[in-house]
Each structure stands twice: as C-alpha cells, then as structure tokens.
C-alpha cells in the first residue's frame, strides 16, 4: 500500500520509507521479549480491518514481523553489525527468488517486462532509442531493485531499531555505529562467482547472475556509504558535509556505483582499518 501511494505521489517516497522502516524498528526493538508477538496481533488486526482484506494482514507477517524479529535477533545476538547483516542478507536474497520465480510464474523475465512497459505506457512513446533499450534492461532487474530496495528498508529499520535499544529502552548493548557495517566475508566469492557467471551462462541463467550481481552490489553500497562514514569521522567533517554528499548521491545515480565499489575495494583491501588507524 505504501509503495502505491508513493508512486501516485513520489514527493511521499521519503516519508513512507521512513514510515515502513519504523514500524519494522518496532518490530526489532521487541524480539525476544513478549511484546513481539502483541505488535503482530494488534498491526495485523488493525492491517486487515483498515484494508478490509485480510491478505494484508498476512502480507504485514511476512513483509514486516517476521523480517524484524529475524533483524532483532541479529541485534540481540551479536555485538556488532554481523548478526543484522546476515539476516538483511539473507531476507534480500528469499525475496529475490520470490521475485524471479514464484511472482513470474512461468512467464519468468517477461513477466517483468510486461509489467514495466504496462507501468510506462503513457510516456514511452516520447523516448528515444537509447532511452527504451535503457528501460528493457531496467525491466530485467526488476527482481533485483525490489530485493535491494527491501534491503535498505531492513537495514534502515535495524539502524534505527539499535538507537532505539540504547537510549528509549535502556538496555545494556554496546553502541553500534553505521561506520562500522561490513558486509560479511563470505558474501565476497558468491558475488564474484556471480559476476564471473554474467559472462559464462546465457538465458535464465544468465538472468538471474545479474539481479544476483545487483542485488550484492547494494549491499557493498551500504560498506562504501559506511565507510565513508568514517571517513568523514576520521576528519572531523561536519555533518553538513555528510548532508551536502547524501544529496549529490541522490542527484547523481553514477555516485552510486561508484560508492558499490568502494565498498567492495574495502573488503578485499581493508580500507577501514587503515583509516581507524589514522584516526587514531
């Protein structure tokens, strides 16, 4: 419902992310304690009594609950990011298969194309060439932008959830700070077997070796924007800075991939290290 109302009106993106992430940093703030189950129930209830579709209700259980008391145990777990970061991970990649395989059906890649061109109808007749070929590679990675996107939105809630923790609820956790999210070491030889697969396979496949390759090229995206965070740390930038930097990042999509691969030249090359070594 949420992404419906931000696509009617993209102005309300921003807001309703934030909105979702809250509710799934609930969520997280309760595992392990009764009150988790209490949420479940009373957003459920109020889910399918608002919508008047009890489908809702399920889809809140398994888009938000489930999700962040997976999240909440990763933080109850471990001390540092890890926990969450293997969860997030490992939620982004179910719903990449639901996304390539169980929504599709048969129909598989077209399913997606389909749907993107159904969705830009109106405006694709005033694109160039270049522009529409641009657009039917978009379609492909569908699956992938809809996986990362829920990625961040978990990442988001976990980061909020573990401030929360600290200074609302009080519990003894060490601090955790956003400079100090890594991708877990593992994840580095399933991304390089899939980008060694983009050249190698073809069809489906090959398919689904690029929405990998998308959907872990947004993680390392988390690991540069983390480490740029302690970038800016080590320096002692003011928080304008970082502000002024957010911006050209949402204004240039090539800042994007830029900051993917800073984070991946930081797990092989362990720029953090170096840099917390300055620092200090």
Same mark, same amino acid.
């Given at each position: ?54 489908? #809702?209700?399920? +889809? ?16 109850? $777990? ?8 293997? +969860?997030?991970? =490992? ?26 061109? $159904? ?56 601090? $955790? ?31 689904? +070796?690029?929405?990998?390759? =998308? ?30 930097? #957010? ?8 800042? =994007?991939?830029?900051?993917?691969? =800073? ?10 290290? $170096? ?6």
């Amino acid at each position: 419902m949420a992404f419906t109302l931000a696509a009617l009106l993209p102005v309300l993106a921003g807001p309703l992310l934030l909105l979702c992430a809250s509710l799934v940093a609930l969520v997280v703030t309760q595992a392990g304690r009764r009150e988790s189950l209490e949420v479940l129930v009373i957003a459920g209830v109020a889910t399918a009594l608002f919508t008047l579709d009890p489908s #809702y209700a399920l +889809a809140f259980g398994l888009a938000a609950w489930l999700p962040g008391r997976l999240l909440g145990e990763g933080l109850l $777990r471990r001390q540092d990011w890890s926990g969450v970061a293997w +969860a997030a991970l =490992l939620l982004a990649l179910g719903t990449l298969a639901l996304t390539l395989w169980v929504i599709p059906g048969a129909q598989g890649e077209a399913f997606w194309q389909a749907q993107v061109a $159904r969705a830009t109808a109106s405006v694709v007749k005033d694109l160039g060439p270049a522009q529409r070929q641009m657009l039917g590679e978009l379609a492909r990675l569908m699956p992938a932008l809809l996986a990362s996107a829920m990625g961040l939105l978990w990442v988001l809630a976990a980061l909020l959830a573990s401030r929360w923790r600290d200074r609302l609820l009080a519990h003894p956790q060490p601090e $955790r700070s956003f400079r100090d999210w890594t991708v877990p070491g593992p994840v580095l030889w399933l991304f390089s077997a899939a980008v060694l697969s983009t050249w190698v396979v073809h069809g489906p496949l090959q398919w689904l +070796a690029q929405n990998l390759v =998308l959907l872990l090229g947004s993680f390392y995206l988390l690991q540069g924007l983390s480490l740029i965070h302690l970038w800016f740390a080590a320096r002692a930038w003011p928080r304008a800075a970082l502000v002024a930097f #957010y911006v050209v990042l949402v204004l240039l999509s090539q800042v =994007l991939l830029l900051t993917s691969f =800073l984070g991946l030249l930081d797990q092989i090359f362990h720029l953090r290290e $170096r840099i917390s070594a300055r620092r200090s």
